[in-house]
């Protein structure tokens, strides 16, 4: 099978299984938000994200590491599994031993349990890391898909019933911790013809892979903070009831770089793997891949930050209304930090993670001290504007110093590839501001609906007509999926 074909097939299967969960994601965060009280859902977006953070020391890069060597050896991937189980243990350790503190912290003697609960899943992600690595490095994305999204329905299952009898936020960490141990021993079954594993372990055998592992590690834990600190901003400042509606905000707005970017990234990397020495078809498909990230994107962005009001009063009760603003403002923010997204499968490629590392850091120190002041002064809306701020500077610092001075690719012709999307989204977005001002805000069900049936409908009639380069190959994409006809031939 080409190239292609491969990242075509891979692509539609996680596409399709990263798309029903994140539906089930999201009708789970819309029922428990109804059936929970708001300091209750606070403390279900308060241990997502400790389990986040913490959970970065589960993989420590052996993923990236695994995928990335052409030929690895026994001794190797047993070492790297021992390895890996050691730092699942360690992080379960951590999360397990500060869960008082951070309880404390956060003024929340519930969250206690949570956390005590969840951190067990940390093992069994960490058992499961070399298993799943093998099986995206050979492509095998139906079986990841369809395990994935099983998982996660039972996971959804068990937190909506504990949440329904109980009217408590601990089957959410119950449901989390089930779904990660059947999750691991799925990867285990379909993996053991892959790769071999035995009760050995060399120092020496994993030395060289540390170094690529400690970047990954590093560059990861600084992207997991850069993404949680706001919620730790909110619940320590603010208070915690506060944090689930931030969660609700952070979610939604952010629920294309969580969920479906990933789909593309993860087929991207071991695709790019394999013309990693091919210089220029390496920058060709970089730009390329690129283009059709921005293509399918660009008006997701847009749209959400358009129909926030109408969707918030729709799905969610009053006590929610206040993340209005702090949905539109993520919105914003979440694209300048997606388009950043594609280089990091490159400097993987290219061994530079450190670079990543910097600019995470850079994010780090700005996002941590503007949404700090931002918290203090205007409250959530505050720390939502601290994180917009932060990421148009490192969008500014990836676009010089990564895409043009280390991958070596024309600024213009990575200008292009973001900006003409941006140019086909225009007819959608004067389209939905007209009726936005034309219709009563006191429907939002027919507000919601017919804004985002025109949006979709004017966005898709745009690319079709478009005699854009660009659209074209992001056509041609799009009929390959979907296997039709294509008048672009």
């Known amino acids: 099978m080409s190239m292609k074909k491969e990242f075509i097939s891979s692509t539609k299967w996680n ?38 953070i913490i959970g970065v020391f589960t993989n420590f890069g052996i993923g990236n590491t695994i995928i990335r060597t052409q030929n690895i050896n026994i001794i190797e991937i047993s070492s790297i599994f021992i390895f890996g189980i050691f730092l699942g243990f360690f992080a379960w350790a951590v999360l397990y031993f500060s869960s008082e503190y951070i309880s404390s912290q956060l003024h929340s003697e519930k969250l206690n349990i949570q956390l005590k609960i969840a951190s067990i899943s940390l093992i069994f992600l960490s058992l499961g890391q070399c298993h799943k690595a093998a099986l995206i490095k050979q492509l095998k994305f139906r079986v990841l898909s369809l395990a994935n999204l099983g998982c996660t329905a039972l996971a959804f299952l068990i937190s909506i019933a504990y949440a329904w009898y109980y009217k408590s936020p601990v089957g959410v960490a119950v449901g989390f911790t089930i779904s990660n141990v059947i999750l691991c021993i799925i990867y285990y079954i379909y993996a053991r013809n892959i790769i071999e594993i035995s009760a050995v372990f060399s120092y020496s055998s994993i030395k060289k892979h ?20 706001a919620p730790i901003v909110v619940g320590k400042i603010i208070g915690i009831k506060y944090l689930g509606g931030y969660n609700i905000a952070n979610t939604l707005s952010g629920f294309t770089s969580a969920k479906l970017l990933p789909v593309l990234y993860q087929v991207l990397f071991p695709s790019l793997s394999k013309i990693q020495n091919e210089e220029a078809r390496l920058k060709k498909v970089f730009l390329d891949v690129s283009s059709v990230i921005y293509f399918s994107i660009t008006p997701m962005f847009i749209g959400l930050y358009i129909i926030a009001d109408p969707l918030i009063k729709l799905f ?3 006590k929610w209304y206040f993340i209005v603003p702090v949905v539109k403002i993520l919105s914003v923010t979440y694209y300048f930090r997606c388009i950043c997204g594609p280089y990091m499968s490159v400097l993987i490629l290219k061994g530079k993670i450190y670079l990543s590392t910097i600019s995470n850091l850079l994010s780090l120190l700005l996002f941590t001290t503007l949404s ?57 977005v004067l389209i939905a501001l007209f009726i936005n001002l034309t219709l009563s805000t006191s429907y939002p069900v027919t ?24 659209s074209i190959d992001f056509k041609k ?13």
């Open 316 to 318: 969610f009760d009053e």
């Open 372 to 428: 700090y002041l931002g918290g203090k002064y205007y409250g959530v809306n505050g720390v939502a504007l601290g994180f917009f701020l932060s990421q148009i500077i490192v969008f500014t610092f990836i676009l010089y110093v990564i895409v043009y001075k280390c991958i070596d690719i024309n600024i213009l012709d990575y200008l292009y590839c973001v900006l003409t999307p941006l140019i086909h989204c225009i007819p959608m």
């Open 447 to 470: 507000q919601f609906t017919i804004i985002l049936f025109v949006s979709v409908i004017i966005y898709c009639i745009t690319i079709v007509c478009s005699p854009s380069r660009k």
């Open 477 to 489: 994409i799009v009929y390959g999926l979907l296997k039709i006809h294509n008048p672009t031939k």
């Open 210 to 229: 540390l170094n690529l592992c400690f970047q990954s590690f590093i560059d990861s834990i600084m992207n997991a903070i850069n993404l949680n600190i």
């Open 15 to 52: 596409a399709i299984s990263t798309l029903l969960t994140a539906i089930l994601g999201l009708v789970q965060l819309w029922a428990l938000s109804h059936i929970l009280d708001e300091e209750s859902f606070g403390i279900i977006s308060a241990a997502m994200v400790f389990i986040s």
